[in-house]
């Protein structure tokens, strides 16, 4: 589902940016939560959105890939 963060949450297991506060994440069945809807830069790569980036290749959560 997706959702807006109400405070900073670590990193993004798939981007590796920080979740901060006012981000907007979809959190996953296992309660794992990614950035979603969101561009970023990193290291000259542009991320449309992290998990649905993940999802066009991965079908499951980057942390518990046998969920």
Avoid at 9 to 21: D, K, R, S, T
Avoid at 23 to 34: E, K, N, S, V
């Amino acid at each position: 589902s997706e959702d807006v963060l109400s405070k900073d949450a670590g990193e993004c297991a798939i981007c590796l940016e920080e979740l901060q506060q006012g981000d907007t994440i979809a959190r996953l069945p296992c309660l794992c939560i990614y950035h979603k809807g969101q561009v970023f830069l990193r290291m000259d790569i542009t991320f449309q959105s992290c998990i649905d980036e993940w999802f066009e290749v991965n079908r499951s959560c980057p942390e518990h890939p046998s969920d």
